[in-house]
Structures are given as C-alpha cells and as structure tokens.
C-alpha cells in the first residue's frame, strides 16, 4: 500500500493495526540473518508513552551479544558477498530495499508511534517517506563517487582507490528512530560496509524490522545487524569494539563525548558525531512575511514534541515586533498543536517519549519560572490525557540567554522569546552556547542576511524558513554539535577510506 493510500485511514484503522502489530512483535536482535535471543536470556521493557503500558519485553545486548554481531558482521564483510559486490548490483539490491520499507510502512509506521509517541500523520507523511528517499539517494551514490587517476611521471601510475572501513557501528536515537537510522545504516551500505545498528532503548522495535528487509531485498546475511539494549552497555560495548572501524552516534553531547573516549581506548576507530543543539531563530523586525515567520517559529520548536536535535527554542525577537509576534505566536500556535492521541491522524502533538522525560521538562519548565522568565502559556499537562507522557505547548517571554532554558537542551516542546535591539546583539546571542548545529534569519536586507549568514556559528542556516531541505544539503554541526555531516554525498565518502598505489612501471 502507498503512502498517499496509507494517509486516507482513519482512527480506527490506524488503532486496528497498531492491535496487530503489538500483539506479538518481534523482539529479539536480528544477527547474521536471523532472529536471535540474548545469550544470557537478559530482557528490558519497552512502554507505550501514550499509555504507560508496556508493550513488549525485549532482548537486551551485552558484550557477548554484541561480540557476536561485529563477529557477523566483520565475516560478512570479509567474505565480500556486500563489500565487493558490482555497484550496479548493490544498488539493485537498496532499490528494492527502499520498495520493501513502503510495502511495509503500515507495520512500520503503527510500531514506531505507540514506541516512542510520534504522531501516526509524521510517520506517514514525512519520516518513512524520508527512509525511502534517504536509501534510495544513497543507492545512486553507489557509482557516482570515483577514485582518481593522478598525473604523474610517465613511468608511474599512481591511483588513488576509495574503498569501504569495515564494520560500522551505529549508535541511533529515539526521536526518528527508523529515520536517524537510515541517515547511518543507508550510506554505510551503499558504501560497501557491514553495519551493526544499536537502537535506543526507548524506541527498540522498527530498527531490527528494517535489517530484516534489507535481507528480503537480496541483501547478503550478516552485512544489516541489529543489537537491541541499553547504552550503558550494549552502545558502550559496540564503541569499544577492536572489531570495528567506525562509530556514528546521535544523540547527547554527554555520550557523543564518551564515543570519543571510548574510541581512543579501544583502536582509534572514527567517530562521526551528531549531538545536540540550541538553535537560534533571529527575527528581524523588516522580516518579509510575519504569517510565515510565525508559523516557522512554532513548527521549529513543536514539531515532534519539540523532541528535535534542530528544535529551534531560542527566538530571537527585535523590539519593534516583539509584542506582535508574540501574541501572533500565542494565538496560532496552540490551535496547530494540541497534545492527542498519536495514533490519531488528526493528532499534531503525541507524548514525550518516556514519563521521565516528561518530568524532566516540566522540571525545567519550573526552572524558568523560578529564574524569572515570563510563562505566556502551557507549562503543564493534559487534563485529559492523564496517563500518557505528554506535555502542553510552552512558551516563555522575556528570556535572558543567561537562563538555564536559553542555555540547556530541553527536548520538549518548550520556546522562548529572547529581545534584541541590533544585528551586532542578535548575532552575539545567538552565538552565545556550547552548540552550534542550525540557525535561521528572518530579513529583507541582503547586507543583514549575508552578516549573519557569516557570522552564526552553525553547520545549517536558513533564510526566511527553517528546516527546509533536500538531499544537496550537509546536515551537522559546530562546536559541541558533532563533528559529521549527514544526508549528503558527503556522508558516503565518509564511509569510506582511500588508498593510494604507487606503481613504478617497466621501462
């Protein structure tokens, strides 16, 4: 069934087969083709965000389980049936992959909301869509990036190959979970590696469905792993691994830093690092299109429960505009984001995906109210949807960038508004953080947009929209951001390493 036959289902229908699809999922690590359990037997559970209810219990990795996917992974590779098989072939073989995950959107789309919380209507329309486009971009990359002939002496040939790492671990989170996925696993292997894929904990259930297709498609056993667990251990284990050649990580700067650690005490293995993000929306007061500028301020920092490494929370906001933006903000916002069920196509805003989390934002939430930030409206939750993880729409006004909420990552769906009187102050306020992964600007003025567009310290900048974006666009950060880029030919060549061979010829 297509996406545009998936989008005319209704509640009901959508309830119908998420009832099947949990009645009995499949929960264990997919290694070397095949469905297996844990060594030791160890399991965790996985809730239901919207719920609390546990969906199912789950295979947990330790290091022997781990052990045993690179050990797969690393023979598969070896043995060259992925690795060395002809381009055209290997993106045969993703084209079809991309074909299974569309055939199979409907399973995929009902495990990943009641998994993690997301809006049955953003699985349908935007991240399983993406999946597909993100394998398939990577499966037309597969004969596009060439080695080089170099010009040298005329008894010389010097050659410069581009060839696969190995064995990829990766490490992805819960947010997008088959998404973020794809943005690892899809370059990895049109590049020629094997990957081991460690979901997070919270979202376990869709990832190792996806290696299991890309079996299906004539993907050789043992090139797509998938190691369920938590990241204490079973990504810890996976980053420490003599065995394999790379770590790509999403998610905290916390962790992004120990992937670091870990990769020097083990065999300097690369890490490719995505992490988190403070993102400044600056908000000129001769901006184009205030109806649009609105719009994109709120669907920056709501959009998937603000559960977004993107989020754009701090507004930037000149005075001349302030009081009209924020009560344009104010009033259109809370009618394009209500809190419901996410199984719900009508449903814009589903739960945090764990209670915890939910307590942690409102408990940063509490910060700013105590730090003397304006609450203009939410700061709580649900009345009716008391069970469920979920938290009301929040934004604050008169936000100094000092704030904890101005400085924190809050992966909810919190703003605030920060006032400005000059280029020069929006520019260092917006710089003003650890982070450094996407901005945008709002401004008529060339001579402004191209200062600021210099002046941000940000791997991804809007003008006059935000989260806009096809597949020519490098995705990452500065600073304490990450260090990668993502979607983009950039992201395969970094799957890869070059060789160079120097051959002196008979003369």
């Known amino acids: 069934m297509s996406f545009t036959e998936l989008r005319q289902h209704d509640r009901d229908r959508w309830h119908a087969l998420a009832g099947q699809a949990v009645e009995k999922p499949e929960t264990r690590h997919f290694i070397d083709g095949d469905w297996v359990d844990s060594?030791?037997?160890?399991?965790f559970e996985t809730i239901n965000p919207a719920t609390g209810e546990v969906i199912a219990s789950v295979s947990a990795g330790m290091e022997k389980d781990v052990d045993r996917a690179?050990?797969?992974?690393?023979?598969?590779?070896?043995?060259?049936?992925?690795?060395?098989?002809?381009?055209?072939?290997?993106?045969?073989?993703?084209?079809?992959?991309?074909?299974?995950?569309?055939?199979?959107?409907?399973?995929?789309?009902?495990?990943?909301?009641?998994?993690?919380?997301?809006?049955?209507?953003?699985?349908?329309?935007?991240?399983?869509?993406?999946?597909?486009?993100?394998?398939?971009?990577?499966?037309?990359?597969?004969?596009?990036?060439?080695?080089?002939?170099?010009?040298?002496?005329?008894?010389?040939?010097?050659m410069v190959l581009r060839e696969p790492l190995g064995v990829v671990g990766a490490i992805t989170p819960w947010n997008f979970p088959m998404l973020m996925a794809a943005w690892k696993f899809a370059p990895a292997l049109a590049a020629g590696n094997s990957v081991v894929?460690?979901?997070?904990?919270?979202?376990?259930?869709?990832?190792?469905?996806?290696?299991?297709?890309?079996?299906?498609?004539g993907g050789p056993p043992g090139v797509f792993n998938v190691v369920q667990g938590v990241g204490e251990v079973t990504g810890k284990a996976l980053a420490l691994h003599m065995d394999v050649a790379k770590i790509s990580f999403t998610g905290s700067t916390e962790v992004g830093k120990l992937m670091l650690q870990y990769a020097g005490q083990s065999n300097m293995k690369r890490v490719g690092l995505e992490c988190g993000g403070k993102s400044p929306q600056l908000f000129l007061s001769d901006l184009p299109?205030?109806?649009?500028?609105?719009?994109?301020?709120?669907?920056?920092?709501?959009?998937?429960?603000?559960?977004?490494?993107?989020?754009?929370s701090r507004l930037l906001v000149e005075r001349p505009i302030y009081d009209e933006f924020i009560e344009r903000f104010t009033a259109e916002s809370q009618r394009a984001y209500i809190p419901g069920d996410p199984l719900d196509p009508a449903t814009t805003m589903g739960p945090l995906v764990t209670h915890a989390d939910q307590q942690r934002v409102l408990g940063m939430i509490e910060t700013g109210k105590s730090e003397g930030?304006?609450?203009?409206?939410?700061?709580?939750?649900?009345?009716?949807?008391?069970?469920?993880?979920?938290?009301?729409?929040?934004?604050?006004?008169?936000?100094?960038?000092?704030?904890?909420?101005?400085?924190q990552e809050i992966f909810g769906p919190v703003a605030g508004v920060i006032p400005f009187d000059s280029v020069d102050e929006a520019l260092s306020i917006a710089n003003d953080t650890i982070y450094g992964l996407a901005a945008s600007l709002w401004t008529k003025d060339l001579d402004k947009a191209f200062k600021l567009v210099r002046g941000i310290e940000a791997g991804v900048i809007w003008v006059n929209t935000y989260e806009e974006a096809d597949f020519t666009q490098p995705f990452g950060g500065y600073k304490q951001s990450g260090n990668t880029r993502d979607k983009c030919m950039d992201s395969y060549r970094s799957y890869t390493q070059t060789k160079s061979a120097w051959m002196r010829l008979s003369e």
């Open 39 to 43: 060594l030791g037997g160890e399991r």
């Open 289 to 312: 299109n205030m109806a649009a500028a609105v719009k994109a301020a709120y669907g920056g920092v709501f959009r998937n429960m603000g559960e977004v490494c993107t989020a754009g």
């Open 373 to 407: 930030a304006r609450l203009v409206f939410g700061g709580n939750t649900p009345d009716a949807l008391a069970n469920g993880a979920y938290v009301n729409p929040t934004l604050f006004a008169d936000v100094d960038n000092r704030m904890t909420i101005a400085r």
């Open 197 to 217: 894929l460690k979901p997070a904990e919270q979202s376990p259930l869709t990832s190792p469905r996806l290696a299991q297709l890309f079996v299906e498609a």
């Open 70 to 158: 690179v050990a797969a992974a690393k023979s598969a590779f070896r043995a060259g049936s992925w690795a060395k098989m002809a381009p055209r072939q290997r993106m045969k073989v993703l084209y079809r992959f991309a074909e299974l995950v569309e055939a199979n959107a409907a399973e995929l789309a009902v495990l990943e909301s009641v998994d993690m919380g997301k809006p049955i209507a953003d699985a349908i329309t935007t991240d399983l869509p993406l999946v597909c486009e993100t394998i398939r971009f990577m499966a037309e990359c597969i004969d596009k990036v060439d080695g080089a002939v170099t010009n040298t002496a005329s008894d010389v040939l010097h």
